[in-house]
C-alpha cells in the first residue's frame, strides 16, 4: 500500500508540474502574442497606439482600446517590457515623421534657391562671355563688369536671406527681444537707405514724437524696417516722400511707414507676405519677394506683426505693431 500510495503522489506532482508548465506557456504564449500585434500594428501604420487623430471621438477610442490592451497584462517584467516598447516606437514614430519634416523643408528651399538663382547666375555667365571679347571697349569692360559684381551681390543678398528666413520658419534662430527705445532703432533704419534716397531725390521725414520704450530687439527691427524701407524708395516715383508716424496704443504702438509710390491691390494685402510673391504692378522693378516675407517673420518672433493699407496711385501705408514696454 505504501508503495501504491507514493505512486500516486508521484504521479499527482507530475501533473500539478505538467499543468503549470502548460499554464505558464499558454501565458508566455499570450504575453508575446500582444507585443506581435503591438509591433505588427506599428509596421502597418494603423495602431491606434501610435497615430495621433485631431478628433475627440477617435482619440476617446484610442484611450479605450489602449486601455483594453494594457489593462490584459499584469504588472509584470512582461507588461512592463510592452510600455517600455511602446514609448520606444511612439519615440521613433515621432523622429521619422521630423525626418520627413525637415527632409520637405531642405528640398523647398533647394527648390527655392535653384528658381531665384537662375537668373542672376545666367547673367553673370553672359556678361563673363561678353568680357572674353578682344573687340570690348575699356568703358564697356567696366559696365559688363560692374553688372556681373551687382549679380553677384544679389545671389549672395538672396542665399543670406532665404537661409535666415529659413531658420527663422523652423526656430533655429531665436534672439531675445527687450524693453528698449524705438527711437534709435528708427534712425538707424532710415540711415541705412538714406543714399538710395538720395540717389532718386526722394524725401525721408519722421513725425515729431518722443523717444518710448517697446518691446524689441533692434538688431533686427532695423532690418526689418531698412526691408519696407527699401521697398519704398524703389517702387516710389523721383522726388517723393516718405512719412514715418508712430500712434501709443494700449498694447501696442504702431509706427507706420507711408509712401507715394504705385500702391498695392487690396486682393494682394495678405499675398504681399507670402515667401517670393511679387504683386503685378511690381513685376517691371527688379527684386525677389522675399524681404516683406523676412519682416513680418521677424516680428512675429518679437510677438509684433505688420499690415498694410494701400490704394493703387497713391502709395501704401506699412504698419508695425511692436508691443509696449513688457514687464514679464
Not at 503549470?20 to 497606439?49: G, P, V
Not at 533647394?110 to 571697349?137: C, F, G, R, V, Y
Request: charged share 25%; hydrophobic share 40%; glycine share 4%.
Amino acid at each position: 500500500m505504501g508503495r501504491i500510495a507514493f505512486s500516486y503522489i508521484i504521479i499527482s506532482i507530475f501533473i500539478v508540474i505538467f499543468f503549470i508548465l502548460a499554464l505558464w506557456t499558454i501565458w508566455l504564449f499570450r504575453e508575446w502574442r500582444l507585443l506581435e500585434i503591438i509591433l505588427k500594428k506599428f509596421q502597418n501604420k494603423d495602431s491606434l497606439l501610435f497615430e495621433e487623430d485631431s478628433t475627440i471621438s477617435n482619440i476617446s477610442l484610442k484611450k479605450r482600446r489602449k486601455q483594453k490592451l494594457i489593462s490584459s497584462l499584469q504588472e509584470t517584467r512582461q507588461s512592463k517590457l510592452v510600455s517600455e516598447l511602446e514609448q520606444i516606437l511612439n519615440r521613433a514614430s515621432w523622429q521619422e515623421e521630423q525626418a520627413k519634416k525637415e527632409k520637405n523643408q531642405v528640398m523647398k528651399l533647394i527648390s527655392d534657391l535653384s528658381h531665384q538663382l537662375k537668373t542672376p547666375l545666367a547673367n553673370i555667365i553672359l556678361d563673363t562671355e561678353l568680357l572674353e571679347s578682344d573687340e570690348l571697349k575699356e568703358e564697356q569692360r567696366k559696365e559688363f563688369l560692374h553688372h556681373a559684381k551687382a549679380q553677384a551681390a544679389r545671389m549672395q543678398w538672396l542665399m543670406q536671406n532665404l537661409l535666415k528666413a529659413s531658420r527663422l520658419e523652423n526656430g533655429m534662430i531665436q534672439f531675445q527681444a527687450e524693453n528698449t527705445g524705438i527711437k534709435a532703432t528708427i534712425v538707424k533704419a532710415v540711415n541705412a537707405v538714406y543714399a538710395q534716397a538720395r540717389e532718386k531725390k526722394i524725401e525721408i521725414f519722421m513725425e515729431e514724437f518722443k523717444d518710448i520704450v517697446l518691446f524689441h530687439n533692434p538688431k533686427w527691427t532695423v532690418e526689418a524696417m531698412i526691408n519696407v524701407l527699401e521697398n519704398a524708395v524703389k517702387y516710389s516715383k523721383e522726388k517723393s516722400k516718405i512719412k514715418i508716424s508712430m500712434m501709443e496704443m494700449d498694447i501696442y504702438t504702431r509706427i507706420t511707414i507711408h509712401d507715394q509710390g504705385m500702391g498695392i491691390p487690396q486682393t494682394e494685402y495678405n499675398k504681399i507676405f507670402q515667401r517670393f510673391y511679387r504683386g503685378k504692378q511690381a513685376q517691371e522693378e527688379e527684386g525677389t519677394g522675399l524681404g516683406l516675407y523676412l519682416a513680418q517673420l521677424i516680428l512675429q518672433s518679437e510677438q509684433g506683426y505688420l499690415t498694410v493699407d494701400s490704394k493703387l496711385g497713391k502709395g501704401s501705408s506699412f504698419h508695425f505693431f511692436l508691443l509696449n514696454r513688457n514687464f514679464r
